[in-house]
């Protein structure tokens, strides 16, 4: 069973950017797809990225095409998520999520399909 804890949350311009952590424990993250939800005010939780076991096959939700980056770096169970360009309505709790299986290009935006969460962490981007 593995343990998520995210981290590099804050308070940004619309314009700026930041770069969320997510540290793995308790067994090793290569063996998760590993995805970044988030859920803003009054707003659905929604997938926003996930990255495939090893690193080589990404997803994006439109809105953030272009802008974040998803990457992970097994050898320190460690995931990433660079986002640039902040827009104001990017604000919200930003989760990250593990599942012992593959992301699935239909589901891997699926909350349903996540077994591990994190606590969550605030991003707010103001314009």
């Known amino acids: 069973q593995v343990q998520l804890v995210e981290s590099g949350g804050g308070s940004v311009q619309a314009g700026g950017s930041l770069r969320l952590s997510c540290a793995a424990s308790?067994?090793?993250?290569?063996?998760?797809?590993m995805g970044w939800f988030r859920q803003g005010p009054g707003k659905a939780r929604e997938g926003v990225a996930a990255i495939v076991p090893g690193g080589d096959g990404t997803y994006y939700a439109d809105s953030v095409k272009g802008r974040f980056t998803i990457s992970r770096d097994n050898a320190k169970n460690t995931m990433y998520l660079e986002m640039n360009s902040l827009k104001s309505e990017d604000t919200g709790t930003y989760y990250c999520?593990?599942?012992?299986?593959?992301?699935?290009?239909?589901?891997?935006?699926?909350?349903?399909?996540?077994?591990?969460w994190g606590q969550g962490t605030q991003v707010t981007a103001s314009s």
């Open positions: 999520a593990a599942k012992r299986r593959i992301c699935g290009r239909g589901i891997w935006f699926s909350e349903e399909s996540y077994n591990y």
């Open positions: 308790g067994d090793t993250a290569s063996n998760y797809c």
